[in-house]
C-alpha cells in the first residue's frame, strides 16, 4: 500500500520504518521540510522515503501523527482525499510533559473533527490509545499478540487499516464507529490506556 506518514516523532517514525520493513511504500513528513529528514531517512535501514507534506498527504493511506495542536494546520492543506483513507492516532493533549493538558472538546470527539476537516476521506482511529513504548514492548508469552483498537464508520478502510495493524505485529480489534468507539478509545475513555493480549490470530468461540 502506499502510505503517506504525517509527524516524524515517535509514533510517526516507529510505524513509518516498521510498515516500510513490511513492504509498503512509505513517505514520512514533518514541519521542516524534506531536507531535514534526508539524513535520518538515509540510516534507517528500510526503504522510507522523506517527502514534502504535500506529497505525503496524497498517498492512499495517510497516518496523522502530529500533535493535536497541529491537526487543522495540517488537514487545512488544499488535498482532495476522494475516499482515501487517514488514520487518526493523534490525542487530544494541548500540551505535554511536564503540564499535559487534555482539549475539553465537550460534545465532540477528536476523530469526529478530524472526519469533518477532511469531509472525503475515510477516517479511522487507530496507533493512540498506547504509548509507543509499551505498543511494541516484549510481549508476556511468545504465543500472545498485543491488542490494537480500531475505529471507524467505513468498513472497507477498518479492514484495510486492520491489516496495516497486523503488519507491525499487533492484534486489530474493530471496536466500533468513530462516534462511539472513537470517544471510548480518547483520553480518558475506557480503550485510552487499555492494554489487552490476544492468543493466536482469532479468538474461537
Ligand atoms: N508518543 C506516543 O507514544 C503516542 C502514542 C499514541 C498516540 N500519540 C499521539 O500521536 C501524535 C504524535 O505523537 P508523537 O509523540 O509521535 O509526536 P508529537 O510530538 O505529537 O509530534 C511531533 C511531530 O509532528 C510534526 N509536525 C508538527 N506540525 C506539523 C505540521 N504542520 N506538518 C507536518 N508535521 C508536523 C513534527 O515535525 P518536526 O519533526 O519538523 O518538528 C514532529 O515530527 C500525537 O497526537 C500524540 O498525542 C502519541
Known amino acids: 500500500m502506499k502510505i503517506g506518514v504525517i509527524g ?19 513517505q514520512i513528513a ?37 500533535p493535536w495542536t497541529k491537526v487543522r494546520e495540517v488537514l487545512g ?20 510533559a511536564p503540564d499535559f493538558q487534555i482539549e475539553d472538546l465537550g460534545n465532540d470527539s477528536g476523530s469526529e473533527i478530524v472526519a ?11 496507533f493512540n490509545t498506547l504509548p509507543i513504548e509499551k505498543m511494541f514492548a516484549p510481549l508476556p508469552a511468545k ?7 480500531v475505529a471507524g464508520d ?26 462511539v468507539a472513537g470517544r471510548q478509545m480518547e483520553l480518558q475513555g475506557p480503550f485510552s490506556g487499555l492494554e489487552l493480549f490476544r492468543i493466536g490470530r482469532e479468538i474461537s468461540s
Not at 509514533?11 to 509498503?24: E, I, M, P, S
Open 8 to 26: 516524524a516523532a515517535t509514533v510517526g517514525w516507529t510505524l513509518a520504518t516498521k510498515l516500510a520493513d513490511k513492504g509498503h511504500s512509505v
Open 30 to 66: 514533518n514541519s521542516r521540510g524534506v531536507d531535514s529528514l534526508v539524513p535520518r531517512v538515509a540510516d534507517a535501514g528500510v526503504p522510507l522515503q522523506a517527502a514534502s507534506l504535500e506529497e505525503a498527504l496524497n498517498n492512499d493511506l495517510v497516518l496523522l501523527a502530529v
Open 77 to 96: 492543506q488544499d488535498v482532495d482525499w476522494d475516499g482515501r483513507i487517514i488514520v487518526d492516532a493523534t490525542n487530544i493533549f494541548t500540551s505535554y
Open 116 to 126: 469533518r476537516l477532511a469531509p472525503t476521506a475515510r477516517v479511522v482511529k487507530a
Open 143 to 149: 504465543e500472545l499478540k498485543r491488542v490494537l483498537f
Open 154 to 179: 467505513d468498513a472497507r478502510a477498518v479492514q484495510d487499516v486492520m491489516s496495516i495493524v497486523e503488519d507491525v505485529g499487533l492484534a486489530p480489534v474493530a471496536i466500533g464507529s468513530l462516534a
